[in-house]
């Protein structure tokens, strides 16, 4: 992802995926990075799959962590 090769990585985020659910979609924090980077590239890409993968991102966890909308607010109140 970081090397720019979006494509790739997007081709990559479905497997990644299919593999989660086969292992029981066990809750971790260690997939989430991964799949919100895959909404970043659909977002930079202007595209429907920013929601598809930002809620699997928040899925692979569980949930949103409280304290991350709190912060986005504080950043907004700075500016």
């Known amino acids: 992802m970081l090397s720019g090769r979006f ?3 997007l081709r990559m985020a479905g497997t990644a995926w299919d593999g989660w659910q ?3 979609r066990p809750r971790t924090g260690t997939l989430s990075p991964p799949m919100a980077a895959v909404a970043l590239v659909h977002g930079l ?3 429907e799959g920013y929601a598809l993968w ?3 991102a928040i899925e692979v966890i569980g949930e949103l962590p409280a304290h991350s909308t709190s912060r986005l607010s504080e950043c907004a109140e700075d500016s």
């Open 7 to 9: 494509d790739e990585a």
């Open 22 to 24: 086969r292992a029981g």
């Open 45 to 47: 890409h202007d595209d």
């Open 54 to 56: 930002r809620s699997r």
